[in-house]
């Protein structure tokens, strides 16, 4: 039964567009929604015998108590205010798209005086370009590369190329103009630019025609040098341009949608076409979706797209959805252009549509396999160290330090076999001097296990905790995990490769609380994962004692500046950029940066003739007091 003050407001809704909100006990938002009609919409979830077969439906007689509702005037607000709500509320029912933060742009903002290329993590709405998003990091940087090699625009930072008084190594190697220092000419610049934002938007026929054009043009005006560069240009765009299927014979840009569905696991792949080739294919994970394929597109959609400032001339979907107008609208508005929202039922469109279907299924796939092999790895690994749980969780600790000093502790995690960065943890040691590795391990594990018995947020304890070492770490740990009182917690050591007494190489090996015989790594797939964790704490330690090793090498340098304290420290290196481009900076730009005058003084006084290390180059530096998670 509907809790009665739910039962009330359903009878008074108004008809008018707008949003509802379902909520539960203690306030929990079960589920947002929008609609033409509140009043039709939200009746329609109760009526007897509905055909409504959404999964949550079902339950809403058990589980809600209250009901929201938001009036708008038009289906374009109601399509926006209930985008906002679910990202804010992240509702249990609603569809949730995947972050995809890990997806890559480019951006080229063409209206500074000299535009550069750079990868970003997050379009913003800044009126510069924006192209992608990469499938993944390695596709985006491998295109900045090619466009940095062959179109020969800057690539210093804003504040490395206002503080240059010389040309760069760029510059020598003919892969920028300089303008930095040198007079070049800015049409000529801008002309790169354009001829940047064409390739990556994929219009290469248009950028080969343009190309040869000046090639032939630089020839005859005997100009050879120049008619190289643009040839070399010519060449790398006709190579992408091969490396390209072309799927259709559509000149405008569209993202064409498919998907795979198997119950309440969905997969969604997107296909970039620009100028009739397939510029590119994202596939992104829905999980746990309670609600019929329709909404599921159309709540995809406005994830997707509504915040993007780079789309397309049209978006194929293969089913109608909802209030497409209301979106088209908005997703035009942010364009500043049409952007239609289609479903074709034949022709060259729904081939598109099949292929990014086929796509979706086979990610799908692929993933799903992916997950049924590490399910047989963590069983096998299970059995092969005896343990009492699955290890879905695993958690493995390194010792770093730089010379015996700056002493620290990585942890780093494993979730089914895969790396966990979100519960990555480092320690520095406080208590234990320089060089005693017994003593530091055995230091932070009390305060890692002693944070996850108190059962702090994010600090929940492990399947199993692998230390880094052989016997003796070991026991280190085995002693911690008893000092601290958590006798079911599973514990391993992977120990190096040795050779011998007798001369015989042997390899990496796995120790056991109670087992007398290491257990050999040899070629297991399932001990791989430990050597996984392994190599992921070694590299997250190399990470550590660089970040280490700049900060004591900043606070030999700013430290000795009297009346400039951390937060000055840290404001200066992340508008400038780096402890030389501060010690390079005139007092005026320093107060600029956040400096007071006197302080600014007290730098170039100190400072003033004093030469940075060459390897304090990065604003990496102003992060570093706020590196690492300590008790």
């Given at each position: ?326 979106l088209e609208e908005l997703l035009s508005e942010n364009r500043k252009r049409r952007v239609q929202i289609i479903q074709p039922k034949r022709g060259a469109k729904a081939k598109l549509l099949d292929l990014a279907r086929e796509n979706a299924e086979h990610a799908f796939k692929e993933k799903e396999r992916a997950r049924e092999d590490v399910e047989q790895r963590l069983e096998q690994l299970q059995h092969r160290l005896r343990l009492s749980v699955l290890p879905r969780r695993i958690e493995c600790?390194d010792i770093s330090h730089t010379g015996g000093e700056e002493t620290a502790a990585v942890f780093v995690a494993l979730r089914d076999g895969a790396p966990a960065k979100e519960r990555y943890r480092s320690f520095r040691v406080k208590e234990v001097g320089g060089g005693d590795d017994y003593g530091a391990m055995y230091e932070v594990l009390v305060r890692r296990l002693r944070r996850g018995k108190n059962e702090e947020a994010g600090w929940e304890l492990p399947d199993l905790l692998v230390v ?164």
């Amino acid at each position: 039964m509907v809790a009665e003050a739910a039962q009330r407001k359903i009878e008074k809704l108004p008809a008018s567009p707008g949003v509802y909100v379902f909520h539960g006990a203690d306030d929990e938002v079960l589920y947002v929604g929008k609609a033409r009609t509140l009043r039709s919409r939200v009746r329609s979830y109760f009526q007897p015998g509905s055909s409504d077969l959404r999964l949550f439906v079902s339950r809403l007689e058990r589980e809600l108590t209250d009901i929201e509702t938001f009036v708008t005037h038009t289906d374009k607000e109601a399509a926006l205010l209930e985008n906002q709500l679910i990202k804010s509320h992240q509702p249990k029912y609603n569809v949730k798209l995947r972050d995809d933060k890990e997806y890559l742009s480019l951006r080229l903002d063409a209206k500074k005086p000299w535009p550069r290329l750079e990868v970003v993590r997050r379009p913003k709405p800044d009126g510069a370009q924006y192209f992608g998003p990469y499938h993944s990091a390695t596709a985006a940087r491998q295109t900045l590369r090619l466009v940095n090699r062959y179109f020969q625009l800057r690539t210093c930072t804003d504040t490395e190329f206002r503080l240059r008084s010389r040309p760069c190594l760029q510059y020598q190697i003919k892969r920028c103009p300089g303008p930095c220092v040198l007079e070049v000419d800015q049409e000529e610049y801008r002309a790169q630019v354009a001829n940047v934002a064409r390739f990556l938007d994929g219009r290469h026929d248009e950028l080969v025609r343009d190309l040869g054009a000046r090639m032939t043009d630089a020839s005859g005006e005997l100009e050879y040098e120049r008619a190289a560069v643009y040839r070399d240009q010519l060449r790398a765009v006709e190579r992408a341009q091969e490396e390209q299927r072309v799927a259709g014979v559509q000149k405008s840009d569209q993202d064409v949608i498919g998907f795979h569905r198997q119950g309440d696991q969905v997969e969604v792949a997107v296909l970039s076409m620009r100028g009739g080739r397939l510029f590119g294919v994202r596939t992104l994970p829905l999980r746990r979706v309670a609600v019929p394929n329709d909404e599921m597109l159309g709540a995809f959609l406005r994830q997707h797209y509504l915040e993007r400032p780079a789309l397309p001339d049209e978006i194929l979907v293969p089913a109608s959805i909802e209030m497409s107008e209301a979106l088209e609208e908005l997703l035009s508005e942010n364009r500043k252009r049409r952007v239609q929202i289609i479903q074709p039922k034949r022709g060259a469109k729904a081939k598109l549509l099949d292929l990014a279907r086929e796509n979706a299924e086979h990610a799908f796939k692929e993933k799903e396999r992916a997950r049924e092999d590490v399910e047989q790895r963590l069983e096998q690994l299970q059995h092969r160290l005896r343990l009492s749980v699955l290890p879905r969780r695993i958690e493995c600790v390194d010792i770093s330090h730089t010379g015996g000093e700056e002493t620290a502790a990585v942890f780093v995690a494993l979730r089914d076999g895969a790396p966990a960065k979100e519960r990555y943890r480092s320690f520095r040691v406080k208590e234990v001097g320089g060089g005693d590795d017994y003593g530091a391990m055995y230091e932070v594990l009390v305060r890692r296990l002693r944070r996850g018995k108190n059962e702090e947020a994010g600090w929940e304890l492990p399947d199993l905790l692998v230390v880094d070492g052989g016997k003796g770490q070991l026991g280190v740990a085995v002693r911690a995990r008893e000092d601290v009182g958590i006798a079911d917690l599973e514990l391993a050591s992977v120990a190096k490769p040795r050779i011998t007494a007798a001369g015989e190489e042997e390899g990496e090996r796995v120790f056991r609380p109670g087992q007398k015989n290491a257990i050999p790594v040899r070629a297991s797939s399932a001990l791989s994962l430990l050597l996984l964790a392994r190599d992921e704490t070694h590299r997250a330690s190399n990470a550590l004692r660089k970040k280490l090793g700049k900060r004591r090498r900043l606070r030999s340098e700013l430290d000795a500046v009297p009346g400039v304290g951390p937060k000055t420290r840290g404001k200066l290196l992340r508008s400038l950029g780096s402890l030389r481009e501060v010690m390079a900076a005139s007092e005026e730009q320093l107060v600029e940066a956040g400096a007071t005058k006197r302080q600014a003084q007290a730098i170039k006084e100190t400072l003033g003739d004093h030469t940075p290390p060459p390897d304090a180059q990065t604003a990496e530096d102003a992060a570093i007091e706020n590196a690492f998670q300590t008790d």
